[in-house]
C-alpha cells in the first residue's frame, strides 16, 4: 500500500470528547480532512455544535452533541447516537480535559497563594481528577464496548483509541494545578493497560502527550497573554509554543491504518521541552 494512502479515513469515522475547541478541535479537522465521517462532542455543546455547522459548511460529514466526560451515562449515550449514525465507530479521541491554571507559580513567575500544597482546594483536585482521570476511563470503556461489536455492523474489526495525556504525565509543570500531574501520568499508564487488554479485540490504543499548545486550556492565558506567550515562546527548545495544527498529522497516524504497528505508545510533541527549557531558570 502505498505511504499517504494509509492515512485515508474515507468510509470510517470518529468520535472526539472535547472538540469545542483546541487540540480536539484539530483532531476533530483532521479525521474528517481524512475522510472519516465525525461527532464533536463536548460539556459545550453549543461550542461542539457551532463547530459542528462550520466543517458541514465546509463539506465535511459532521455532528455534534453535548457530552460530560465525568458522566458515564452522557459517555455511553454519545457513543450509541454516533454508532447509530455511522454504523460503528473506528475511532475514538478520549480528549476532553482541564486544568484550573492554578500551579504554585502564576504563569508571570509570581508565587500562587491558591497553588500551594498546603492550601490546595480539594474540590479542584476532585474535579480534575474526575475530568482528566475518570473521564478518560468513560470513554476508553465506551469506546471499546461499541468497537468490540464493529465486526458485526459494518464488517471491520477493532478500531483505534487516541488519548490526550500531556508532557505533565512526565515532567513537573509549576504553572499547572497539582492534580493535573498525577491525572495524566494516570492516564498514560492507563492507556498502556488498555492497550495491552485490547490488542486481542484489533483495537490499537496510543496517547499524545502535548507540551505547550495555544488553547483555551487554564483559561487560556497563553492566548491572552502576549508577554506570557513571548516568555514561553523562549523557553521551548524549537522555539515557540505550538499552534493546533501542529498536531493534526500525529493524530492521524495514530488514528488510521499508518499506525497499525503501534499500540501502547505515549507519543511527546513538546517542541524539545522535555530535554529541558533553553534558557536556564
Ligand atoms: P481547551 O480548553 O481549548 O479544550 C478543551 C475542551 O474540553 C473544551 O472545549 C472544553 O469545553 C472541553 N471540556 C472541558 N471539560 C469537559 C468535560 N467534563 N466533558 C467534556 N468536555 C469538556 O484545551 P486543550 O488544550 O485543547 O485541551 C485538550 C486536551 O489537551 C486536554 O486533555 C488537555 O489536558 C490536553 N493538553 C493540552 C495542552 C496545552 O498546552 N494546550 C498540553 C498538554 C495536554
Same mark, same amino acid.
Given at each position: 500500500?502505498?505511504?499517504?494512502?494509509?492515512?485515508?479515513?474515507?468510509?470510517?469515522?470518529?468520535?472526539?470528547?472535547?472538540?469545542?475547541?483546541?487540540?480536539?478541535?484539530?483532531?476533530?479537522?483532521?479525521?474528517?480532512?481524512?475522510?472519516?465521517?465525525?461527532?464533536?462532542?463536548?460539556?459545550?455543546?453549543?461550542?461542539?455544535?457551532?463547530?459542528?455547522?462550520?466543517?458541514?459548511?465546509?463539506?465535511?460529514?459532521?455532528?455534534?452533541?453535548?457530552?460530560?466526560?465525568?458522566?458515564?451515562?452522557?459517555?455511553?449515550?454519545?457513543?450509541?447516537?454516533?454508532?447509530?449514525?455511522?454504523?460503528?465507530?473506528?475511532?475514538?479521541?478520549?480528549?476532553?480535559?482541564?486544568?484550573?491554571?492554578?500551579?504554585?507559580?502564576?504563569?508571570?513567575?509570581?508565587?500562587?497563594?491558591?497553588?500551594?500544597?498546603?492550601?490546595?482546594?480539594?474540590?479542584?483536585?476532585?474535579?480534575?481528577?474526575?475530568?482528566?482521570?475518570?473521564?478518560?476511563?468513560?470513554?476508553?470503556?465506551?469506546?471499546?464496548?461499541? @468497537?468490540?461489536?464493529?465486526?458485526?455492523?459494518?464488517?471491520?474489526?477493532?478500531?483505534?483509541?487516541?488519548?490526550?495525556?500531556?508532557?505533565?504525565?512526565?515532567?513537573?509543570?509549576?504553572?499547572?494545578?497539582?492534580?493535573? @500531574?498525577?491525572?495524566?501520568?494516570?492516564?498514560?499508564?492507563? @492507556?498502556?493497560?488498555?492497550?495491552?487488554?485490547?490488542?486481542?479485540?484489533?483495537?490499537?490504543?496510543?496517547?499524545?502527550?502535548?507540551?505547550?499548545?495555544?488553547?483555551?486550556?487554564?483559561?487560556?492565558?497563553?492566548?491572552?497573554?502576549?508577554?506570557?506567550?513571548?516568555?514561553?515562546?523562549?523557553?521551548?527548545?524549537?522555539?515557540?509554543?505550538?499552534?493546533?495544527?501542529?498536531?493534526?498529522?500525529?493524530?492521524?497516524?495514530?488514528?488510521?491504518?499508518?499506525?497499525?504497528?503501534?499500540?501502547?505508545?505515549?507519543?511527546?510533541?513538546?517542541?524539545?521541552?522535555?530535554?529541558?527549557?533553553?534558557?536556564?531558570?
Amino acid at each position: 500500500m502505498k505511504t499517504l494512502d494509509q492515512f485515508d479515513l474515507t468510509g470510517r469515522s470518529a468520535l472526539v470528547t472535547g472538540a469545542a475547541s483546541g487540540i480536539g478541535l484539530a483532531y476533530a479537522e483532521a479525521a474528517a480532512e481524512a475522510g472519516a465521517s465525525v461527532t464533536l462532542t463536548d460539556v459545550d455543546g453549543d461550542g461542539a455544535e457551532r463547530e459542528a455547522a462550520r466543517l458541514r459548511d465546509e463539506g465535511f460529514v459532521a455532528r455534534a452533541q453535548s457530552c460530560d466526560v465525568a458522566q458515564l451515562d452522557q459517555v455511553a449515550a454519545a457513543f450509541d447516537a454516533h454508532v447509530e449514525t455511522f454504523s460503528g465507530c473506528d475511532i475514538a479521541f478520549a480528549n476532553a480535559g482541564w486544568d484550573a491554571g492554578n500551579g504554585f507559580w502564576t504563569p508571570e513567575g509570581k508565587r500562587n497563594p491558591d497553588g500551594q500544597i498546603d492550601k490546595y482546594d480539594p474540590e479542584r483536585w476532585d474535579r480534575s481528577i474526575r475530568i482528566n482521570l475518570t473521564g478518560a476511563f468513560h470513554t476508553v470503556r465506551e469506546a471499546a464496548r461499541v @468497537m468490540k461489536q464493529n465486526a458485526e455492523r459494518n464488517g471491520r474489526r477493532g478500531g483505534s483509541i487516541v488519548m490526550t495525556s500531556s508532557n505533565a504525565a512526565e515532567v513537573n509543570e509549576a504553572i499547572v494545578g497539582v492534580p493535573y @500531574m498525577p491525572a495524566k501520568a494516570g492516564v498514560k499508564h492507563f @492507556m498502556r493497560h488498555m492497550a495491552y487488554e485490547l490488542a486481542a479485540f484489533g483495537i490499537r490504543v496510543n496517547a499524545i502527550a502535548p507540551g505547550p499548545f495555544v488553547t483555551n486550556i487554564g483559561g487560556g492565558w497563553l492566548k491572552k497573554d502576549p508577554a506570557a506567550r513571548k516568555a514561553w515562546d523562549e523557553l521551548v527548545p524549537v522555539g515557540a509554543v505550538a499552534e493546533t495544527y501542529q498536531i493534526k498529522p500525529l493524530a492521524l497516524l495514530l488514528a488510521s491504518d499508518a499506525g497499525s504497528y503501534m499500540t501502547g505508545a505515549h507519543v511527546m510533541i513538546d517542541g524539545g521541552m522535555q530535554l529541558g527549557p533553553v534558557k536556564p531558570l
